[in-house]
């Protein structure tokens, strides 16, 4: 997978196993509120870029400390991906948008076509899917869709 995504220009990231995203070569480790602390992954790994889960205002202010190239806020709605995640909700998008706008982070949890908007109305200006995409009768279209749906890109310093 890693020279899939090298070939078409985007970031190779492996979920929760710094061992295995430093071992394939890896452009990031994505690690959760469970997983290593960032501290450790970073003198494992220095070389990886981090992203981080986050499901409140305390520790998507802790991520920002740890510095990544991203971290993820929700999950947005209840999902099925996480079952007994309990909704971290548009308020927790709200504060992150406003006190955070100049770093980058992606909504997540329960987000498909008929959510985007409001999760974009809350300040969403990106969105990570799995289920509204994967499970559409043309995925393509259905992630060209929601990609239509965000405002336009602008430019974000990562953490680092």
């Not at 290593?36 to 400390?65: K, V």
């Not at 990570?128 to 890109?153: F, I, K």
Request: net charge positive.
């Amino acid at each position: 997978m890693g020279a899939l995504a090298r070939a078409r220009h985007v970031p190779f990231f492996v979920n929760d196993r710094v061992d295995v995203a430093a071992a394939s070569g890896a452009d990031g480790v994505h690690l959760g509120q469970g997983d290593l602390p960032a501290t450790w992954a970073r003198a494992l790994a220095p070389q990886l870029l981090l992203g981080l889960s986050t499901h409140s205002p305390e520790q998507a202010t802790r991520a920002i400390l740890a510095r990544p190239a991203y971290f993820a806020v929700g999950p947005v709605h209840a999902t099925p991906t996480k079952p007994g995640r309990a909704a971290a909700g548009l308020t927790y998008v709200r504060h992150v948008a406003a006190q955070f706008p100049s770093v980058p982070w992606y909504a997540i949890g329960g987000i498909d076509r008929d959510t985007v908007d409001e999760v974009v109305a809350a300040g969403a200006t990106r969105i990570a899917v799995v289920r509204a995409v994967l499970d559409a009768p043309d995925p393509a279209r259905a992630a060209a869709d929601l990609l239509a749906r965000l405002p336009a890109p602008r430019e974000a310093a990562p953490c680092r």
